[in-house]
């Protein structure tokens, strides 16, 4: 497994990607199946080592207050199983730009008490204290169940994904 | 008067759960006014039969995941007195601390991003927070606040992990209790600005004097234990509950009512404060003045405001707790054993919306019988009575504000009617 710290500056230029302070956030609940994919990313990349520049934060299920998580940093990176209408363990790199994301309530009129990503990055948005560089990993699960453990075209992809976040962190 | 005017709003939004509000009035007279209940019940108390005793509280915690704290202790209560346990001092300080953090963090919920958009003219917290993102920052960070209390106590706030029958399963740390002092004292400022808030909002006037009921104790504002207490004059022992919410069937709602002394009564912050005033932290009563809130207060929209002075209560009273823990040290303890493995015993707490009550009969360590009350059940018939008693008076009004006087009363009683889950979906345009 290749180290984070394979990428530190050893020709000393000083604003390398790498250098920008980074929040790793994986979402989801790992007794719930696939929706475990952002806590085993986040630890494998916490194996490979991290340097100074980089967050690990595990948001588990987390709400609203999302958006302090991610709140002062330049750069963030979320990790999520997500509903693509794609092939189990397929996945895609993308910036809110690209996509609509489906809120269970996107204007917030309803319950909010059940907030998902969705809704904190929306009002994130509206706040305006979203990182500037924000990129979202989505995995599209096979099941979301009941009980731990991902299933095995999920936990297949982890060593790819992990190597494309650590290319995304050096490279920008 | 010959007004005819029908509102239906399916569902009432900024409130958990799904609930109707059906108002039907022909040539003046009101023919229908319903607060209806169109939730699937949960059956609960069928899940705990012959479960193990210490499994209850982690079971019914999932009743709900904003009062997950209150549902368990309650639970613990319950349990407790049906098997003879009686929780130690450093004990019964955490969970009051762990309380005024769930308190803290539904009370702010409610306030901010429920009700609020209401008296600041728009119509979620997301357009709040283009045009008062301080306001929208302020809330997030005390709830982060409130919920880091809970997290160091009892784990995580929602479903508390390390509540167990006679103690905890984990204690928080110097460095924890320590780093809640510190943001206790910085949150000062915050509910302030939140009391300063709510002085500028203009709350409906509307006065309609029901019965309020809460728990009471002498020397300390009640959140956990005490006796039911109702301002129409009277007290009850917590076993006795029964013969306070008097459940019935209606056929409009998949919840119970309830009714005392009256056709119905009321829970929640603004009944507590009416109950309890004299016990309320000096601090609270300044907040009271200063949002002209008096005892006894027959306004229903005044709950949201009783709300605010209970998070300026919670908050000095959470500051002293963590003082005295700090002072008396955190110390490793054996959680209390019971003394018996079968008996019946009732708890009951102070939860966010109001009173609610567990009932446990436990045989051979396993869990019988079961009846959980819950707080919103027992507001359901006050909402209505209200709704009976405001309507005759905006009949003038045009119908989008009838209906929005309608639905801010209900979303000032913070009903809480159910919980769900969501997951991310995407779509790729």
């Known amino acids: 497994m290749s180290s984070l710290y394979d990428y530190d500056d050893r020709d000393g230029d000083g604003d390398a990607a790498h250098r920008i302070p980074t929040l790793v956030l994986a979402l989801g609940n790992p007794l719930r199946g696939d929706d475990g994919v ?135 | 008067m010959s007004a005819t005017v029908s509102v239906n709003v399916h569902h009432v939004t900024r409130v958990e759960g799904h609930g109707n509000i059906e ?91 429920l009700v609020a958009p209401d008296f600041l003219g728009v119509g979620s917290v997301i357009p709040l927070a283009k045009s008062a993102p301080d306001v929208v920052l302020r809330a997030l960070r005390m709830k982060k606040l409130s919920g880091d209390i809970c997290k160091y106590i009892c784990g995580r706030h929602t479903h508390p992990v390390a509540m167990t029958v006679g103690g905890f399963t984990h204690f928080p740390s110097v460095e924890e209790l320590e780093d809640l002092r510190v943001r206790l004292d910085a949150v000062r400022a915050d509910v302030d600005s939140t009391v300063e808030l709510f002085q500028t909002l203009r709350i409906p006037d509307f006065e309609r004097d029901t019965e309020y009921i809460a728990l009471h104790k002498d020397d300390e504002y009640a959140f956990i234990d005490g006796v039911v207490a109702s301002s129409d004059g009277g007290t009850w022992p917590i076993e006795d509950y029964r013969s306070v919410t008097n459940e019935h069937i209606v056929q409009h709602s998949s919840a119970k009512h309830a009714r005392n002394r009256r056709e119905s009564y009321m829970v929640g912050a603004l009944a507590r404060f009416n109950v309890n005033y004299d016990q309320l932290h000096p601090k609270a009563k300044q907040a009271a003045d200063a949002l002209n809130l008096k005892p006894k207060c027959t306004n229903p929209y005044m709950n949201t405001v009783a709300q605010v002075v209970e998070i300026a209560h ?9 003082d005295k823990l700090l002072e008396r040290g955190v110390k490793w303890e054996e959680p209390v054993p019971p003394a ?80 769900s889950a969501h997951m991310l979906d995407v779509k790729f345009v």
């Open chain 2, 314 to 322: 919670c908050v000095e009273n959470s500051a002293e707790i963590v």
């Open chain 2, 23 to 113: 108002v039907d009035v022909q040539n003046g007279e009101l023919k229908k006014c319903n607060f209806a209940i169109v939730e699937t019940p949960r059956f609960f108390e069928a899940m705990l039969r012959g479960r193990p005793y210490g499994e209850a509280s982690h079971i019914t915690s999932r009743i709900c995941g904003i009062c997950a704290v209150g549902h368990a202790t309650t639970s613990l209560r319950a349990t407790e007195k049906a098997l003879g346990v009686e929780p130690s001092e450093q004990t019964v300080l955490l969970r009051k601390l762990n309380f005024h953090g769930e308190i803290l963090d539904s009370h702010i919920l409610h306030v901010y991003m």
């Open chain 1, 38 to 172: 952002g806590a085993a990313v986040l630890e494998q990349l916490e194996q490979a080592g991290r340097p100074p520049s980089v967050t690990l934060t595990d948001g588990g299920t987390a709400g609203l207050e999302t958006v302090l998580l991610l709140q002062g940093y330049p750069r963030a990176i979320i990790i999520d199983a997500a509903e693509m209408g794609l092939a189990p363990g397929a996945w895609r790199r993308f910036t809110l730009q690209e996509v609509e994301l489906r809120a269970a309530d996107p204007h917030l009129r309803g319950t909010i008490h059940g907030a998902g990503l969705a809704e904190a990055l929306a009002l994130g948005e509206a706040l305006g204290i979203l990182p500037a560089d924000l990129v979202i990993y989505g995995v599209q699960p096979a099941v979301v169940g009941w009980t731990p453990g991902l299933s095995e075209p999920v936990q297949a992809i982890i060593p790819t994904l992990c190597a494309a976040i650590l290319d995304n962190i050096q490279k920008g």
């Open chain 2, 340 to 419: 018996r493995l079968s008996g019946e015993g009732a708890g009951s707490c102070e939860v966010p919306r109001g009173i609610l009550f567990h009932n446990y009969v436990i045989e051979d360590g396993k869990v019988t019988g079961a009846n959980c009350v819950i707080p919103t059940s027992q507001n359901l018939a006050n909402v209505e009575a209200d709704m009976r008693a405001l309507v005759p008076g905006i009949l003038d009004k045009p119908k989008e504000d009838i209906t929005l006087a309608l639905e801010m009363l209900v979303r000032a009683y913070d009903p809480c009617i159910s919980c």
